[in-house]
């Protein structure tokens, strides 16, 4: 193979870290390790958390955990992003080529007011509020997550749900250039929650983490968090909010129906077909930690689900 000095590369040919470990992935490994490699010799890497933009201040909200967080690196670098591949280690290496500005959410559907907003208005929209969240994948693993958001009640009062309204559906960016083109999921990747559960003050319309804005493999630039629920339905990189009448077909739901409910609440007494629920491991931790109802939330949540068969309605 060739090797090039640094000064034979044309600036326009150096590239961020995460999109020429994109290309690296996705056309071939020789032109873009090259690239990568003189890229570091001449010290050109961006570091990827002192480039990110800082939200603030951020008002502690009453509702977040005192469980000790999970560090930063892991909260970046261990995620589930299948658009971006199924490893754990994928997201955190593919996702950078997602360009997140410009940005718009239509938010749509049964609605007096449908409105499209822009990522820069969605910012502006609501006071900002750190929230410490525990979040569990229905995988047995979970993690504590300082997001930065608001209520996502405040974007769904702002287009006037109509009364028809009973639930809402979550659509996600999928661009085939720069995703995984596999049908391991029916892409884009959805998601959905009944109204009451999204109107919930506990569901966080996400906009950052550990005081930034989201890095693109945590869904940037928006996402979902529903902290009492499995990981999977936060879905991330959101480009549309719709309310709808009837119950929205989810991605993991049609991908394996008889596994993941529409509900999905964190349920250590419904096991998972292929595996216990009953315990979890906290990422840093070695003991496995008992698995809380409603992911330790119940005091907020269980009132939503009175007089409802958890196991029917898993
Ligand atoms: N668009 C999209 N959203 C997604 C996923 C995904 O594959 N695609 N994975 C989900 C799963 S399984 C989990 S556990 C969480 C992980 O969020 P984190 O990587 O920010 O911790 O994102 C959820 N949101
Ligand atoms: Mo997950």
Same mark, same amino acid.
């Given at each position: ?55 603030? @201040?951020? /008002?502690?909200? =009453? !509702? #977040?955990?005192?469980?000790? +967080? ?7 670098? %261990? ?66 997550? @300082?997001? /930065?958001?608001? =209520? !996502? #009640?405040?974007?769904?009062? +702002? ?7 009973? %639930? ?147």
């Amino acid at each position: 193979m060739q090797i090039l000095k640094p000064s034979d590369i044309p600036p326009s040919e150096i590239t961020p870290r995460a999109l020429f470990e994109d290309r690296r992935r996705f056309l071939g490994a020789a032109g873009a390790t090259l690239a990568a490699g003189a890229a570091l010799w001449a010290g050109l890497l961006p570091d990827a958390r002192a480039a990110a933009a800082k939200l603030g @201040p951020l /008002a502690r909200s =009453p !509702l #977040s955990t005192d469980d000790t +967080q999970t560090g930063y690196k892991s909260v970046t670098t %261990y995620n589930n992003f299948y658009e971006f591949g199924t490893n754990k280690e994928d997201p955190a290496a593919n996702a950078g080529s997602l360009v997140v500005r410009p940005w718009t959410v239509r938010v749509e559907g049964l609605a007096g007011k449908p409105r499209t907003f822009d990522i820069d208005d969605l910012l502006k929209l609501a006071p900002l509020e750190e929230r410490i969240y525990r979040l569990r994948c229905v995988e047995g693993w979970s993690m504590v997550i @300082p997001w /930065a958001g608001f =209520p !996502l #009640s405040a974007l769904l009062r +702002q287009v006037e749900p109509q009364g028809s309204a009973k %639930y809402v559906e979550f659509v996600t960016q999928y661009d085939p250039k720069i995703m995984m083109r596999r049908p391991v999921l029916d892409w884009p990747y959805t998601e959905g929650l009944r109204l009451d559960e999204a109107l919930h003050p506990l569901t966080l319309l996400t906009l950052g983490l550990y005081g930034e804005v989201l890095p693109n493999q945590n869904g940037a630039p928006v996402r979902i968090v529903v902290p009492w629920k499995y990981g999977f339905k936060s879905a991330k990189s959101i480009v549309a909010i719709r309310l709808v009448e009837k119950e929205p077909r989810t991605a993991w739901n049609k991908a394996a129906p008889n596994e993941y409910g529409f509900y999905s609440n964190v349920n250590p007494t419904v096991d998972h077909p292929r595996w216990s629920q009953a315990t979890e491991r906290r990422l840093g931790e070695f003991r496995k930690r008992p698995t809380l109802m409603f992911n330790g939330y119940a005091e907020q949540v269980a009132s939503l689900y009175q007089g409802m068969d958890l196991r029917r309605f898993f």
